[in-house]
Each structure stands twice: as C-alpha cells, then as structure tokens.
Nanobody, 129 residues
C-alpha cells in the first residue's frame, strides 16, 4: 500500500503561484509513476502532470492545458513530488489530487491515460479573478 498526502493548496489571485506537495509513504519502491489530477465542480477529473518514479528515468508528461505554466520537481529523499503552478488562472480552480500507479505501461504520453492505484485526499486550489 502507498499513502499519499497532498498539501499546499489555497486561495491565490490570478497570475499568482502556488506549489503543491505530494508526500508518499508506505510501499513507495513499488511506484512506477506519480501524477497530479484535478477536478473542478461539475467537471470530470482531468490529468495535469505525471512523472515516472523509482529508476524509470524520471520522464515527465504535462497536459497541454497547463504546459508552460506548471512544472514538476521531486525530492527523492522525502519521497515527495511537487507541482509548481505559475501564472494561475481562474479556470485552474479545482481540487488537486495526487495519484500513484504501481505497474509500468505505455510511453510518457500515456501517463495521463493510465489507471492509477492510489489516491490522496486532495487539496483545494482557488484562483480569484
């Protein structure tokens, strides 16, 4: 089992920045990839970004909707993945979830389409106009 704990959400004005953290614990050596998803009220969950973990070359994939504004970084010693969000827009308002997948599949662009096995509780990000 893997436990994921997100933090860093909050209220920010449009154009501002936030950094979300996803701290993983438990069977972290089994993780193939860790990613961020978001869900806005009344909308389906949306892929944001993901990274291969545990020696899988650390390749990343970022959704077109946030490319150039959002980026991933990691602290392996802390088993923590960060989502740096810059130039935030009101449409970025959502609950952001961290998720982890155990088994490898596909290529980098597939990271957003895979089924993820573990999910955090989510952290709210609200961007005011």
């Amino acid at each position: 089992q893997v436990q994921l704990n997100e933090s860093g959400g909050g209220l920010v004005q449009a154009g501002g920045s936030l950094r979300l953290s996803c701290a993983a614990s438990g069977a972290t050596t089994t993780m193939y990839a860790i990613g961020w998803f978001r869900q806005a009220p009344g909308k389906e969950r949306e892929f944001v970004a993901a990274i291969k973990w545990n020696g899988w070359n650390g390749g990343t994939h970022v959704a077109d909707s946030v490319k150039g504004r959002f980026s991933l970084s990691r602290d392996d010693a802390k088993n923590t993945l960060y989502l740096q969000m810059n130039s935030l827009k009101p449409e970025d308002t959502a609950v952001y979830y961290c998720a982890a997948r155990r088994f490898p599949a596909g290529t980098l662009p597939d990271l957003g389409k895979l089924r993820y096995d573990y999910w955090g509780q989510g952290t709210q990000v609200t961007v005011s106009s």
